[in-house]
């Protein structure tokens, strides 16, 4: 029995942490070590409170069956951490304003598509973060053939980015020209973007360690502070994935904790600590 489990308690056994170990990897491709042990009894307990399920063995029995597949993503949701913040890193978004968005904006001026994505979008600050970087550097980008691609594998913090609405405290991080210019206040405090520039985004859930329904490719992906989360394995296989959409001298922003390991195999060249350009 886990001695970090509380008196009282839902039972949580060895083995009930080796399933969700096991349903994470086959799941979504998330390592669990067992530091995590006493986190992921924190985090599951409140599903099986929410479902009044007794123990883990019976709240894991119940989403590995077809009636339990709802569940199932909620219980993925509940392992996978969402803390972002807009502008995060801010040399990412220079590096978009200063050196990616001038060639793009001359591309989707001749009438071609450009296209960018955020990978793990979480609540929105990075590709909210995005489109203000982009709208900064292309004024006019939503005249043209120019989107983003928002997903996350959680449905509940796509819904919420997809709104749009975040705190005064959670804008902190915005510049006053850019909150003021792309930001509205929608009441008890609260900044909603407002404008052309909520036609850039689109939201979708997506497993980024299940198949893709994405067709053609992009100028620039930001997958960061996700692969943390992974094997060795699974992390090599998402990077190959993610160089092969990319277009030819499009760019890819990992983490500050996270690099390609694989990148002379994915054909991909390192220009900075955290970001990657695609050989042409």
Same mark, same amino acid.
């Given at each position: 029995?886990? =001695? ?6 839902? =039972?949580?056994?060895?083995? =009930?942490f080796q ?84 060639q793009l ?82 009441? =008890? ?77 994915c054909g ?13």
């Amino acid at each position: 029995m886990n =001695d970090l489990m509380p008196v009282g308690e839902a =039972d949580y056994t060895d083995a =009930d942490f080796q399933r969700v170990q096991q349903i994470a990897r086959e799941q979504a491709g998330i390592h669990l070590p067992i530091t995590k042990k006493a986190l992921v009894y924190s985090r599951v307990s409140r599903r099986l409170r929410e479902l009044n399920h007794a123990s883990f063995h019976a709240y894991l029995d119940f989403v590995t069956t077809p009636a339990g597949q709802s569940e199932m993503q909620k219980l993925i949701c509940a392992l996978t951490t969402n803390v972002t913040s807009f502008f995060r890193e801010k040399n990412h978004f220079e590096h978009l304003e200063t050196v990616v968005m001038p060639q793009l904006a001359a591309k989707v001026r001749t009438g071609k598509r450009g296209r960018l994505w955020s990978a793990a979008c979480s609540t929105g600050q990075e590709p909210w973060s995005i489109a203000m970087s982009v709208m900064t550097a292309f004024p006019d980008a939503t005249s043209h053939d120019l989107r983003i691609l928002a997903t996350d594998i959680n449905t509940d913090v796509v819904a919420q980015a997809a709104e749009g609405v975040y705190s005064a405290e959670e804008t902190e991080g915005i510049p006053s020209g850019k909150k003021s210019q792309f930001m509205e206040p929608s009441g =008890d405090g609260d900044y909603r973007f407002n404008g052309p520039i909520r036609r850039l985004p689109a939201f979708r859930a997506l497993n980024l360690n299940a198949s893709w329904p994405i067709r053609g490719s992009f100028t620039a992906i930001f997958c960061r502070n996700v692969v943390i989360y992974f094997d060795d394995d699974t992390r090599e296989r998402l990077w190959q994935r993610l160089a092969e959409k990319l277009e030819p001298d499009g760019f890819l922003y990992v983490g500050h904790s996270e690099r390609v390991s694989c990148a002379n195999q994915c054909g991909l060249i390192q220009v900075a600590p955290t970001i990657y350009r695609k050989g042409l």
